[in-house]
């Protein structure tokens, strides 16, 4: 069973920067898609950026597009969320989520079977 634990977020002004960090075990660390997704309250989960850690192939909600960036280090089992420029509409509690059948970046919800705790990020001045 893979497991997955977040860390990285906190307190930051608008137009700051945060990274996250997501670090897997318990599982052979195999060519899996690796997303993050976020929730703020009283809103639905949306999914913000996935990343194979085969080819490195990314997938990014528009609405972080240009201004996160999702990366890999396969050999600490670690993805990480580069979040740059943030807003206060990005306060939320970001997870990390793995879909071990596929090797294709994608953020369909549904497909993604093993879940973290989260992370949570405000951004406020």
């Known amino acids: 069973q893979l497991q997955l634990v977040e860390s990285g977020g906190g307190l930051v002004q608008p137009g700051g920067s945060l990274t996250l960090s997501c670090v897997a075990s318990g599982s052979t660390w195999n060519y899996y898609a690796i997303a993050w997704f976020r929730q703020a309250p009283g809103k639905e989960r949306e999914g913000v950026s996935c990343?194979?850690?085969?080819?490195?192939?990314?997938y990014y909600a528009d609405s972080v597009k240009g201004r996160f960036t999702i990366s890999r280090d396969n050999a600490l089992k670690t993805v990480y969320l580069q979040m740059n420029n943030l807003k206060p509409a990005d306060t939320a509690t970001y997870c990390c989520a793995a879909d071990t059948f596929t090797t294709q970046a994608h953020l369909d919800e549904g497909r993604f079977g093993s879940w973290g705790h989260g992370t949570h990020v405000t951004v406020s001045s």
């Open positions: 990343i194979s850690n085969s080819d490195g192939g990314t």
